[in-house]
């Protein structure tokens, strides 16, 4: 695996970044402190924003290895943390993370955990090159399985009285998403081949001056070629990269476009049918037509010869 850290990622409507101390009182008051958020997880509801200072503190500290992931889940239009989505456990020696998530009450049910969760799926198929993206929820909290669902992770069994958590001693349902499973849908791929590579990705990166850019990893970069049958040089691999990456930035672009009451066209421009049936009304008014012409032959006018006097 090449582990990368917490770093920046971006959806249509999220940021995901490392937290700052300062992120604290959100923390608190958008999350951690609701007993109706921390009611199925392994950690109490906070306090204090002290508490939470020190969590971050915490978290802070550990920001510097690549084996930590930990991310804010910050709302752009709200410019604050409203919760937080991370790796609770990294497993080298079965190439796997664990991901565990929460997010504020008010924030529920409007799709903001699911697109979470689909970035940091992403990012560890495609960019950290993970064999296997796990999570489970207390079966008492089955709106939980419904998010890791929707980012397209797999239902693979209950563990009975497998896990702990303020609730006591649960049951543990399991979803899972594998590296391996796209490429095993594409045709030319071996077995040993398909375990080998992960599925084709783009991921978000924050760059320095504050944009959002798609970055295309040499692993999806690998996959797109064998899709089209291609054998690509180094060089080719690095050109189409850049050409792939800066197409997905300029649809970001067009997507920014406001359409609203836009009526959806087929094309670009108003279409309609030039063609007609033909239909014959009233004689085809040879006569007339002819009325004024200086010669007439067989029915029809004579031109003077213009080529091969």
């Given at each position: 695996m090449n582990h990368l850290g917490t770093i920046e990622l971006a959806t249509e409507r999220l940021t995901l970044r490392r937290f700052e101390i300062e992120d604290a009182e959100n923390m608190y008051y958008n999350w951690a402190s609701d007993p109706e958020v921390t009611k199925y997880l392994t950690w109490p509801a906070h306090s204090s924003v002290e508490v939470s200072e020190a969590v971050l503190r915490d978290w802070a500290?550990?920001?510097?290895?690549?084996?930590f992931y930990q991310w804010a889940i910050e709302l752009n239009d709200l410019e604050q943390p409203i919760g937080s989505i991370g790796a609770v456990k990294v497993n080298n020696d079965t190439e796997?993370?664990?991901?565990?998530?929460?997010?504020?009450?008010?924030?529920?049910?409007?799709?903001?955990?699911?697109?979470a969760l689909t970035a940091v799926i992403r990012f560890f198929l495609g960019e950290v090159g993970v064999g296997r993206v796990e999570a489970y929820h207390d079966s008492n909290n089955p709106n939980s399985?419904?998010?890791?669902?929707?980012?397209?992770?797999?239902?693979?069994g209950t563990l009975r009285r497998a896990d702990r958590n303020n609730q006591g001693i649960v049951d543990a349902v399991y979803y899972a998403k594998l590296r391996s499973a796209a490429l095993d849908e594409a045709d030319g791929y071996d077995e040993a081949e398909a375990e080998a590579k992960p599925a084709a990705t783009a991921t978000k990166v924050i760059g320095e001056d504050g944009i959002a850019r798609n970055v295309i990893s040499d692993e999806t970069m690998e996959y797109v070629g064998i899709?089209?049958?291609l054998e690509l040089s180094p060089e080719e691999a690095e050109a189409a990269k850049k050409d792939m990456a800066d197409m997905l930035d300029y649809i970001d672009l067009l997507n920014e476009l406001d359409t609203t009451g836009i009526e959806p066209m087929s094309h670009v421009f108003p279409v309609s049918n030039v063609f007609r049936e033909d239909v014959v009304t009233n004689g085809d008014g040879s006569e007339a037509t002819l009325k004024n012409a200086p010669v007439k032959k067989d029915g029809g006018f004579k031109v003077p010869k213009t080529i091969g006097e």
């Open positions: 500290s550990q920001y510097d290895s690549k084996e796997s993370v664990t991901i565990g998530y929460c997010i504020g009450k008010e924030f529920w049910n409007k799709g903001y955990t699911t697109e399985g419904k998010v890791m669902a929707a980012a397209g992770m797999e239902y693979e899709l089209a049958k």
